[in-house]
């Protein structure tokens, strides 16, 4: 297949590695932001054929993992009231809360649902007029043009019994709180190619200024990986700190700006809390004033307990690439795939998750 295959050639891998190797002269650390591409990574065993000079860190482009756990809280009170439909992307359902998670909910009789689309929410909503249909819309930049769509459209049809919970969250944000944050040890990263066909790449420029850390929008094909990796190392290596993209063949550097108009209309900045992150200035997405109609956390206000995270869980240090998942000392003993302790376990983009099922045991 175009544009996939030629990204998978074992030829193509192996010049890359070797021009890896080749260009390394000393010891750097560089993060991937997504999920994804940690996962990818894993996968193809690339992790494995880098130089030992080079360190992978993971990064919290995980949305699953971030989604603050007063979300995750607020969810779970509404997907139990009898009125409502809760729909969620499968992701989210075994995702510890402070006490539950959404499959204990629905076990218990909630009524919560996996779609795989926001409009499929919307369609539900329609065909379901006596009941209040809620969505969770939870990720990055990928995915709120598909959440503000789904508003539109909501208001659009004049539906009342439609409604999202919002958990939207930004990367940059996050990337300058791990840049910024004491103890940092990430010199440069690879940016989310998904992330900036939507946003583009210029935001990214302040960053690299800033922190002097080069920046390379990648992808996640094993050849995309080897290259954005190439293209990191040489920046590092010439002392260079500029913002250069590797997925060229999906991102455009304004990005898409017919979405970007769709997120600007629906959504406002603001801050929010990140699982695991802590609370980050302007870092989040809430619905604007004019689509407060459509907010489940003013439709279904209500008072939750504070939030308990398991004391074990070093989540917070996983994401910010302070430690690899095998470093947690409750990976795979009390922390696995069918007992989560975390986030990061459970989601399919999950760094905890990828190490258990690519096996990357360490101790
Ligand atoms: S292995 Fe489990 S307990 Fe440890 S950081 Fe990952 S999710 Fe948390």
């Known amino acids: 297949m175009r544009f996939l295959d030629e990204y998978r050639n074992p030829k193509l891998a192996q010049q ?20 994804g591409q940690t996962h990818s990574l894993l996968r193809n065993g690339i992790d494995r054929l880098l130089p030992d000079e080079l360190q992978l860190v993971h990064g919290p482009g995980c949305p699953v993992c971030v989604t603050p756990l007063e979300q995750l809280d607020r969810a779970m ?25 959404l499959l204990h909910v629905r076990a218990a009789g909630g009524d919560v649902r996996i779609v795989y689309s926001p409009l499929d929410a919307v369609d539900l909503a329609q ?34 019994n439609f409604s999202m919970l919002v958990a939207h969250v930004l990367v940059p944000p ?31 420029q302040p960053l690299a200024q800033r922190f002097r850390v080069p920046i390379v929008v990648t992808g996640f094909e094993p050849a995309d990986l080897l290259e ?64 407060a109609d459509f907010d489940a956390e003013h439709r279904f206000a209500s008072d939750l307990p504070p939030v308990r995270e398991p004391p074990e869980c070093r989540a917070k240090d996983v994401l910010q690439g302070l430690i690899r998942p095998d470093e947690c000392a409750a990976f ?3 922390c696995t795939p069918e007992r989560p302790l975390g986030a990061p376990m459970v989601s399919s983009e999950g760094a905890c998750a990828a190490y258990w099922k690519y096996r990357r045991l360490g101790r």
């Open 16 to 35: 890359l590695l070797r021009a890896i190797r080749t260009t390394i002269t000393r010891r750097w650390t560089i993060m991937e932001v997504c999920g």
């Open 77 to 101: 009170a509404i997907a139990s009231r009898p009125e409502v439909i809760f729909c969620s992307f499968g992701d989210m359902l075994r995702v510890p809360g402070s006490t539950t998670d």
């Open 127 to 160: 065909a379901e007029p006596t009941r209040q249909v809620v969505f969770f819309a939870v990720g990055f930049e990928t995915t709120a043009p598909a959440t503000a769509l789904a508003i539109c459209r909501a208001r659009k049809l004049g539906l009342k």
């Open 174 to 204: 996050a990337m300058e709180a791990i840049l910024a944050a004491p103890g940092n040890r990430v010199q440069a990263f690879l940016a989310a190619g998904h992330v900036c066909t939507i946003t583009g790449y210029d935001g990214y």
């Open 228 to 291: 954005g990796i190439l293209l990191a190392v040489r920046q590092l290596e010439q002392g260079r700190h500029q913002v250069e993209n590797q997925y060229a063949r999906a991102v455009r550097r304004s990005g898409n700006t017919e979405a970007q108009r769709i997120v600007a209309e629906v959504y406002e900045v603001c801050d929010r809390p990140w699982r695991g992150l802590g609370s980050l200035p302007r870092s989040g997405l809430r619905l604007r004033p004019e689509f």
């Open 332 to 334: 795979g003993v009390t």
